[in-house]
């Protein structure tokens, strides 16, 4: 299947920080792969969103509250940064999300102004990568779908927790089921930035 960049689209990059890639708090092993893929496809896009985990120090989803997960992403601090291999650019919002304690804040989506920014700027339909595919690609990619706007992961441009092996098939296999393409990006034609 092949998918055309035009106009109304626009890229959500979630979570490129230092904590999901490897070295960090939580890292992503494979994370690394991402960034050739994005690199490729951003220039592409009249618009570019960049998610953060952005969370307190005593965040809910962290281990010690009774959360999945280690410490990670504390607002300010150089795991929360974006890895400078993310051309910032490109990027024309960033978007934080897991700001309040009680919010696990994986998607873009929630308690955060990317909805109407999205339709304030015209955009019908997003593409969505980074990390991590199993967590907060998967739960901005769903919010989307929810929100009306037409979806499309990018598979390679996304890396996995992976948890349980199978963790990353499962997501990909969750999102086609809820209506959403997964496509990879070398199936990605067309440049909205130049006039054709
Ligand atoms: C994420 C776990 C906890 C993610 C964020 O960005 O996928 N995963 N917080
Ligand atoms: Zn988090």
Same mark, same amino acid.
């Given at each position: 299947?092949?998918?055309?960049?035009?106009?109304?689209? @626009?890229?959500?990059?979630? /979570?490129?920080?230092?904590?999901?890639?490897?070295?960090? @708090? &939580?890292?992503?092993?494979?994370g /690394?792969?991402?960034?050739?893929?994005?690199? !490729? &496809?951003?220039?592409?896009?009249?618009?570019?969103?960049?998610?953060?985990?952005?969370?307190?120090? +005593?965040? #809910?989803?962290?281990?010690?509250?009774?959360?999945?997960?280690?410490?990670?992403?504390?607002?300010? %601090?150089?795991?929360?940064?974006?890895?400078?291999?993310l051309?910032?650019?490109?990027?024309?919002?960033?978007?934080?999300?897991?700001? /309040?304690?009680?919010?696990?804040?994986?998607?873009?989506?929630?308690?955060?102004?990317?909805?109407? /920014? &999205?339709?304030?700027?015209?955009?019908?339909?997003?593409?969505?990568?980074?990390?991590?595919?199993?967590?907060?690609?998967? !739960? %901005? @990619?769903? +919010? !989307?779908?929810?929100?009306?706007?037409? %979806?499309?992961?990018?598979?390679?441009?996304?890396?996995? *927790?992976?948890?349980?092996?199978? +963790?990353?098939?499962?997501?990909l296999?969750?999102?086609?089921? @809820?209506?959403?393409? *997964?496509?990879? #990006?070398?199936?990605?034609?067309?440049?909205?930035r130049?006039?054709?």
């Amino acid at each position: 299947m092949s998918v055309t960049v035009g106009p109304d689209d @626009a890229l959500i990059v979630v /979570d490129v920080q230092h904590d999901f890639l490897p070295g960090g @708090a &939580l890292a992503v092993a494979t994370g /690394d792969r991402i960034f050739a893929p994005i690199d !490729a &496809l951003a220039p592409r896009f009249r618009r570019v969103y960049a998610t953060r985990d952005w969370h307190p120090l +005593d965040h #809910s989803s962290y281990a010690q509250y009774g959360g999945p997960w280690p410490v990670h992403c504390v607002a300010g %601090t150089r795991g929360a940064a974006f890895d400078a291999r993310l051309d910032l650019e490109k990027v024309d919002e960033v978007i934080d999300k897991g700001v /309040d304690r009680a919010t696990d804040g994986y998607s873009g989506f929630a308690a955060t102004q990317l909805a109407s /920014d &999205l339709r304030i700027h015209g955009v019908k339909r997003v593409f969505v990568c980074g990390l991590a595919t199993d967590y907060c690609v998967k !739960a %901005t @990619a769903l +919010d !989307a779908h929810a929100a009306g706007f037409a %979806t499309v992961v990018v598979a390679d441009a996304s890396a996995p *927790v992976d948890v349980q092996p199978g +963790d990353e098939a499962r997501a990909l296999d969750e999102l086609r089921r @809820a209506g959403i393409d *997964v496509v990879r #990006s070398e199936d990605i034609t067309g440049n909205a930035r130049v006039r054709v």
